[in-house]
C-alpha cells in the first residue's frame, strides 16, 4: 500500500513536470479547434514499457502492477491498420474506465495533467507526424507564419 502511495505522489511531480515540459515545447506552436467528444482519445490509448508498445495483456497486468494508475483502463483493440514493420503494428488499444457514452469523461475535474493537456505539443507529437487524431477537433498550427518572422 505504502508503495502504491510513494508511486502516486512520483507519478503526480512527474505529471507536472511534463506538464510545464509541454508549456515550453509548445511556445512555437498553437493548439486551435474544439472538442467533438468523440471518445477517440480515451479509447485508443497506446501504451509501452521499456520494450516498447504493450502488445500482450500479460504485459500489460505487468504494467499495471507497477502503475496502479493503469487499472483506470481496459483493453479495447489492437492496431492493425498500419505497416507490419511499423512499431504499432499488433500494438494493444486501452479505453478508460472513466469515458461515458456520450464522450464525456466522468471525472472531468480531477482528471490528471496528461489528459487536461491534451492534445499537448511535446516532443511526441512531431515524431507522431504532428497531428491530431482522425476526425479530432483540435489540430496544430505554427503560433506565426513563416513571414512573420522575417519583419
Ligand atoms: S479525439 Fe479530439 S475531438 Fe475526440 S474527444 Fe479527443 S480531443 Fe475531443
Ligand atoms: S480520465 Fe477522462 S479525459 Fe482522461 S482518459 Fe479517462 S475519460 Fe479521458
Do not use: W
Not at 74 to 92: E, M
Request: glycine share 6%; aromatic share 18%; charged share 25%.
Amino acid at each position: 500500500m505504502q508503495t502504491n502511495f510513494l508511486y502516486n505522489i512520483k507519478s503526480f511531480f512527474q505529471d507536472i513536470i511534463q506538464h510545464f515540459k509541454n508549456k515550453m515545447f509548445s511556445s512555437k506552436y498553437v493548439v486551435k479547434g474544439k472538442c467533438k467528444r468523440c471518445g477517440q482519445c480515451c479509447s485508443t490509448i497506446l501504451f509501452s514499457d521499456e520494450n516498447g508498445y504493450i502488445k500482450t495483456p500479460e504485459d500489460f497486468i505487468k504494467l499495471q502492477k507497477r502503475n496502479p494508475k493503469l487499472f483506470q483502463f481496459t483493453i479495447n483493440g489492437i492496431v492493425n491498420d498500419v505497416d507490419k514493420d511499423n512499431p504499432q503494428f499488433g500494438a494493444l488499444l486501452f479505453k478508460c474506465k472513466a469515458l461515458k457514452e456520450d464522450g464525456r469523461c466522468s471525472q472531468y475535474f480531477f482528471r490528471s495533467f496528461f489528459c487536461r493537456d491534451y492534445p499537448a505539443i511535446n516532443s511526441q507529437f512531431i515524431q507522431m507526424g504532428g497531428t491530431t487524431l482522425d476526425g479530432c477537433g483540435y489540430y496544430f498550427d505554427v503560433d506565426k507564419k513563416f513571414e512573420e518572422y522575417l519583419k
